[in-house]
Antibody, heavy 126, light 113 residues
């Protein structure tokens, strides 16, 4: 059974770069048909999709983040990472990594998140 | 972006009674080539990540109790809990995967009356 675990600093200063890693066990980040995803949730609020990456390294990001976000794969470590630059207090949130397997899909891609990490809270504050 | 509007924001239902949650999309999420609605429902309990309940608007995820059901097509969708159990207290979210950016509804909090 796949397990995902987020890690990284819980406190980041404004204007700096938030960096998180998701460690995957029970599956391979280089397997076909899997999209590795970051989603965040500000305290007491809803869910926001940040972006995802495929085994080829191809990625798609939420335009609302205005090019501040980068997601990358580390296949030897079986991890994927999130970098969010120029953070402000508005980036304070629980950050989740998740998996979207294409086995749910038919003639098109689809993004159904069947496995999630427990989340890591990142606070942006000086 | 496709905006998903959920209603109500919260509801309180007696144990054993029906709970109904609505999700309205700003755009059609029915793909005509495969006649599938690109909409999922998630349950999030306090302190936990979301868990997928329903995808393709009405397909129940493996292991999800059959008291959960999804319906609707195009722009209007419903999640129904037929007989509410104490363990169903949670926030429920709809999500569209018709297009990027992927988006979620604002959530509906379900409580016991």
């Amino acid at each position: 059974q796949v397990q995902l675990q987020e890690s990284g600093p819980g406190l980041v200063k404004p204007s700096e770069t938030l960096s998180l890693t998701c460690s995957v066990s029970g599956d391979s980040v280089s397997s076909s048909g899997l999209y590795w995803t970051w989603i965040r949730q500000p305290p007491g609020k809803g869910l926001e999709w940040l972006g995802h990456i495929f085994k080829s390294g191809g990625s798609t990001y939420n335009p609302s983040l205005k090019s501040r976000v980068t997601i990358s794969l580390d296949t030897p470590k079986n991890q994927f990472s999130l970098k969010l630059s120029s953070v402000t207090a508005a980036d304070t949130a629980m950050y989740y990594c998740a998996r979207a397997p294409q086995v749910y899909c038919d003639i098109t891609s689809c993004y159904i998140f069947d496995s999630w990490g427990q989340g890591t809270l990142v606070i942006v504050s000086s | 972006d496709i905006v998903l509007t959920q209603s109500p924001d919260s509801l309180a239902v007696s144990l054993g009674e029906r709970a109904t949650i609505n999700c309205k999309s700003s755009q059609n999420v029915l793909y005509s080539s495969n006649n599938k609605n690109y909409l999922a429902w998630y349950q999030q309990k306090p302190g936990q990540p979301p868990k997928v309940l329903i995808y393709w608007a009405s397909t129940r995820e493996s292991g999800v109790p059959d008291r959960f059901s999804g319906s609707g097509s195009g722009t209007d969708f419903t999640l129904t809990i037929s007989t509410l159990q104490a363990e169903d207290v949670a926030v429920y979210y709809c999500q569209q995967y018709f297009g990027t950016p992927l988006t979620f509804g604002g959530g509906t909090k379900v409580e016991i009356e």
